[in-house]
């Protein structure tokens, strides 16, 4: 059920947010099918890796105010690089054979 409802949701963005093919990733390694985890894992680290240059052209736009232009550069590229280091792991825990687990408190 976790795989289906996770692929609908990335069928319905058609497959743009690395965020939901992550979470394909993590439904298939739950459920026990590693070679999908990794290949979605490995989708969702490319889609990521690719956004600070798919998001330029609308940085672009940004010129008439360089430092706005600047702190959203700098953003982006800090989350991009947290949730790389976040999706990497992942894709070392299926690759392990392990399903990844959030265990943080809520």
């Known amino acids: 059920m976790a795989v289906a409802d996770a692929k609908k949701a990335c069928e319905l963005l058609s497959w743009t947010l690395a965020s939901h093919i992550d979470t394909l990733a993590a439904a298939y390694a739950e459920a026990g099918d590693f070679d999908s985890a990794i290949r979605y894992?490995?989708?969702?680290?490319?889609?990521?890796?690719?956004?600070?240059?798919?998001?330029?052209?609308?940085?672009?736009?940004?010129?008439?105010?360089?430092?706005?232009?600047?702190?959203?550069?700098v953003s982006l590229a800090e989350g991009v690089s947290k949730s790389l280091a976040r999706f990497g792991?992942?894709?070392?825990?299926?690759?392990?054979?392990?399903?990844?687990?959030?265990t943080r408190s809520r």
Do not use: C, V
């Open 89 to 102: 792991q992942r894709l070392e825990l299926y690759k392990q054979h392990r399903p990844y687990r959030d």
């Open 41 to 73: 894992q490995e989708e969702a680290i490319a889609k990521r890796a690719a956004l600070p240059q798919k998001a330029s052209k609308t940085l672009d736009k940004l010129k008439y105010n360089e430092e706005l232009r600047k702190k959203a550069t």
